[in-house]
């Protein structure tokens, strides 16, 4: 059996919006006053073509102009544009046929149609007239459709060349010389052809995707004699779905009674198995048609149309597919969607199979559903003549194809969730139709990023970059439930935050919510995520990173029930979070109001792995396309990353992770010394814990994780390739694992020796997402390191936002002020831009502080901060460590809300309390956006000044243990330069 690489399925996607490019705008209808009275009468004509030009998801009908005399239609034509002229013949006030041929002089381009009343005279008459001129001839019985038709027909010619060799249209061929048997045939052709492209819209993933499916329907091309059949059979014969054929027709320019009989025996000398329909008044016919393997239909029928549609249904591949028994011709299996199909494909007989599959038959029916890439990879199947093959090979290729196909599909769309579709091949897909919320936003645009640059990606070896599965329940699911509940009283009252989530989880979610969430578990094998996707969040303008709640849920593979329990408990507690004391403190720093967010939720598979009763991922990370704390060779358009291993809430809290610059990986500060690798690496990790299964959601969203001792992992083998080892004999790290000795997190592996491409992935993305999102960006990943001998290893975007930045232009060169005019100066700031507005300095005297005391420390910065906002005030807050760690010990543990009238925040290092600055985190990422300057100084080893003399010589507005606090009568200037990293905090003017 031959068959071509799947995996180049990948670049033969189809673009449907780049189809059926040329259209019919504008129709001169020449015609008798009475004729063009009927026309109008008959409202059916415009309201047709502008049905299935809506169905076609285009914006513009044809608009008919009507002209009764040849002065009229001339001037017409010299003050417009048409595309197409259709003429109907009266008597003697209208003769198109010389008229026709002074328009194609003048314009040789537009298609001349004449549309004449069927009778014998006209037939007469026409026959006599020379047609030179005329493109096309039908006759009207009065019925709209000829008129749909004929538009149609003409545009099928205008693009079927493109569209052929652009994605592989398919194009039904008629052959047929009598006016008024093709008038009465090719509008019921286009009728069937669009009933079936009904059918296969449901194929798409949305209604915008249903509409531009519609462009992918066969073309039909209408051929008048055996030399315009064989030219027309000659350019398209490798995507010809099927030919209809008349059997007496001209042939060398003289009638042949058996013209159609020849052209399918030459037709049939080229291709055994393309379908043919014969139809002929002349029942001797039959038996030609038998010999050719060729459908036969009398024209003398009385029931001549269903006969035809039915003999296309069967043999073009319209409707549903039947797999039929070849020695009984008994039908075995009813196909009716490509998912049926990927169902079924083991269930199918050797003999039927084999039977279909050498006859193209499945790749038919793919096509004639604009299936193109799979038609044509199915198409290339060849079996030998004998038929000795192993069919369940050929079902493993078929299976295979649907299922990378499938995927192909589900990339880069957002598609609404049907419980009949979704499956574990599905991708993403949104339940409402409500926003998808800023986080949710972004999903969707990385996943349509991924699929238009897959040739970039596809270059790393062994490995992959994708996002997880993702459903995304939109924000009128929230609207509804708040509602449906009576919840807004409670929610924007000053309850506890404890209060206003129980009251949230007494409430019901809408049933179908809840069948729509059943349904996605079961296409699911493992925790979910249930992430908060607001309409504010990550949003290009307003930064609201990390302020709502995301809560782990562990999978139960024996209850899929006590699973979707969970689940809801957790929505509900994402949607409590809208309305605790943070958020509602974060909406008036942000002047926002409250009651105008709506809350999207992320439901998405956790990327990682269980090992006993834990569930993590190899490592996360978060990597920011300018890095504003560059070291040696390194720039700020590098890009900086900070990665961990286990789940992304340890960076995201503030844990210690492991910071390199994608563009330099072997440059890695931590690892420069001894010393510095054992104290400035990660020690602990977090893990989701699979043992509580008594789910109930807490105010703090962290309470199902598990915080893991890093030596701990070794048993579960995920520290191969990220960790190293410390031999305490040799007082050396060596790179890989050993049996004795500390396991130190290095990624020696991976930055040092390219075991999986991290820094060029890394590179990649940021480059690309930069580009297409016009701006600085912060990504959020995960990584699942595969351990086999096959090695494919997934890398998973998680999120995406920008990072805010001031375009402020700073004209003088601030690292030549002098420290003495300056409280503090810095050489490693983040931000851009002058502020003049700032009286006030909060700092932790350095002379009291104790890493034991971080905690205290941070309640009285709480209270100051709320006087600042009381006041509308901002300030300059000093302290040492590393701000909004959750980790007490190495930093005050301030949330956003806490700090959140600060202007500047300074972390200043003492000479036995030195911690890397808070990059990469959601605090982080709020600073950046909120426009507030952030300093990292060590004065100790003269990085940076900080005149602490000069601040404990000002009287204090309030002052503690361990925090003082500071007000100046005039101005001190913040001044920062984030090109050059440069800051001073300027002392006030005297």
Partial sequence: MNTQSIKKLYFKDTSFADLMRHRIYNVLLYASKYDAFALEEDGRIDEQIFKEYTALNLRYA?????????????????EHKFELIISMPSGDSINPFEWAKQVKKDYPDIPIVVLTPFSKSVSMRIANEDLSAIDYVFSWLGNADILLAIIKLIEDKMNVKEDVESVGVQVIMLVEDSIHFYSSLVPRLYKYVFTQSRSFMTEALNEHEQMLRMRGRPKILLARSYEEAMSIYG??????????????????GVKDKKAG?????????????????????????????????????????????????????????????????????????????????????????????????????????????AMFPLAEFLKDITVPADGKVDMNNVREVILDAIVQYRKIKNRGIVAVFQRDRFDKYSNFARIGDGSLGGKGR????????????????????????TIPKTVVICTDNFTEFMEINQLYPVALSDLPDEEILKYFLKARLPKDLIADIFVFLGAVKSPIAVRSSSLLEDSHYQPFAGIYSTYMVPYNPVSRTHTLMMVTEAIKAVYASVFFADSKAYMTATKNVIDEEKMAIVLQEICGNAYENRFYPSFSGVARSLNYYPIGSEKPEDGIANIAMGLGKYIVDGGTTLRFSPAHPHNILQTSTLDFALRETQTYFNALDLSRMNFVPQVDDGFNL??????????????????????????VIYDGLYDEGRKVITFAN????????????????????????????????????????????????LQIRPIVDSKEVIAEDIGSIPDKDTIISCNNALGHGITNDVYDVVYVKPEAFSASKNQLIMYDIEKLNKKM????????????????????????????????????????????????????????????????????????????????EFLNSQPAVYESEYVRHVQFKKPIVIKVDGRKNKGVIMKPEE
């Fill in 62 to 78: 044809p608009r008919f102009t009507l002209v009764s005399t040849e002065e009229e239609a001339n001037e017409q034509l010299r």
């Fill in 235 to 252: 350019e398209y014969k490798n995507n010809m779905l099927g030919i209809i054929t008349d059997v007496s027709f001209p042939h060398n």
């Fill in 261 to 369: 009989i020849e052209l399918c025996r030459e037709i049939r000398s080229v291709d055994k198995y393309i379908p043919l329909i014969i139809q002929s008044t002349e029942e001797e016919n039959h038996e030609a048609a038998d010999q050719l393997r060729a459908a036969f239909v009398s024209k003398t029928s009385k029931n001549l149309q269903n006969e035809i549609r039915d003999k296309i249904s069967s043999n073009f591949g319209f409707g549903d597919f039947v797999f039929v028994n070849p020695h009984t011709k008994e039908p075995e299996i009813r196909i009716r969607n490509l998912r049926s199909l990927q169902e079924n494909i083991y269930n199918i007989s050797d003999e039927s199979l084999l039977y279909h599959v050498s006859r193209n038959d499945i790749s038919r029916w793919l096509y004639s559903r």
């Fill in 442 to 465: 972004g999903l969707a645009f990385i996943d349509a990023m991924i699929k238009r640059n897959e040739e970039k990606f596809e270059e790393f070896e062994n490995s992959q970059v």
């Fill in 706 to 731: 598990l915080k893991i001792n890093v030596q701990d992992a070794f048993k579960d083998g995920t520290l191969r390739y990220i960790a190293s080892t410390f031999n305490v004999q040799d007082m």
């Fill in 750 to 797: 991976i930055l040092q020796h390219n075991v999986f491409p991290l820094a060029d992935i890394l590179k990649e993305i940021l480059n690309i997402s930069q580009i297409e999102m016009g701006r600085a960006i912060e990504i959020e990943f995960a990584v699942n390191l595969d351990y086999s001998p096959q090695k494919m290893h997934t890398f998973y975007l």
């Fill in 869 to 948: 906002v009381a006041e509308n005030k901002h300030y300059v807050l000093v302290g040492p460590g590393r701000w909004g760690s959750s980790d007490v010990w190495l930093g005050i543990p301030v949330k956003w809300p806490h700090i959140s009238n600060a202007r500047v925040i300074v972390e200043s290092g003492l000479s036995n309390y030195r911690i890397d600055p808070s990059q990469g985190t959601h605090f982080f990422q709020n600073l950046t956006s909120f426009g507030v300057s952030y300093f990292t100084i060590n004065p100790f080893i003269n990085d940076g000044s900080y005149d602490t």
